[in-house]
Structures are given as C-alpha cells and as structure tokens.
C-alpha cells in the first residue's frame, strides 16, 4: 500500500502565502512525476503544478509566477509555495504521484486525501 499525505491547507487572506507538503510512504521503489491537483466546489479537478523526477515543472497559466512546486526525492514528498494567494485559488489540493511499487513492473498513480486551501479576507 502507498499512501500520500498532504498537509499545510487553512485559511489565509488575499496576498497571503501558504506551504503545502505531502509525503508518500509505503512499499515504493521509485516515484516519477509527481504534482499538485485542485477541486473547487462545483467545478472539475485541474492541474495546478506538477514536477518530474529530474526537477522539470510545469504550471497552470493561472498560478504561474505566484507558485513553485519542488521536491526532496530522499523524503518522497513535494511541495508547493503559494504566493500572492487569491480568492480563486479557494479550492481542495491534492497531491498526486506516479509511483512504480516495490515487487512490480508497471507505474501506479496515486492520490492524497486532499488539503483545503481557503484565501478570503
């Protein structure tokens, strides 16, 4: 079993900043790509950053300049900045990773339970 767990979600007012973090553990041998999703009420998840295993990231045009994902890969976890917050950024984050599992020779995808991240005054 892999589990993801993100933490660092609450409650920050407009132009604020806040860290999200999420550690995988379990029976893993190896994570490829690994990324930050978002869900707000009403509306379809959508990639907010994701970073490959050589450290290339890519953003949604949305959040570009204001949010910075990395990764340790010694600690399996990923991060993401988020700066210059805004209302439209309230939404639930997940954290998601392709993981190859120890024992098998096909990538899995994998989703943490999701951290909510709320930006109002």
């Known amino acids: 079993q892999v589990q993801l767990v993100e933490s660092g979600g609450g409650l920050v007012q407009p132009g604020g900043s806040l860290r999200l973090s999420c550690a995988a553990s379990?029976?893993?041998?190896?994570?490829?790509?690994m990324g930050w999703y978002r869900q707000a009420p009403g509306k379809q998840r959508e990639l907010v950053a994701g970073?490959?295993?050589?450290?290339?990231?890519n953003y949604a045009d949305s959040v570009k300049g204001r949010f910075t994902i990395s990764r340790d890969n010694t600690k399996n976890t990923v991060y993401l900045q988020m700066n210059s917050l805004k209302p439209e950024d309230t939404a639930d984050y997940y954290c998601?990773?392709?993981?190859?599992?120890?024992?098998?020779?096909?990538?899995?995808?994998?989703w943490g339970q999701g951290t909510q991240v709320t930006v109002s005054s």
């Open positions: 998601n990773a392709d993981v190859l599992i120890i024992g098998s020779p096909y990538q899995r995808e994998y």
């Open positions: 379990g029976s893993i041998f190896k994570i490829n790509a």
């Open positions: 970073i490959t295993i050589g450290g290339s990231t």
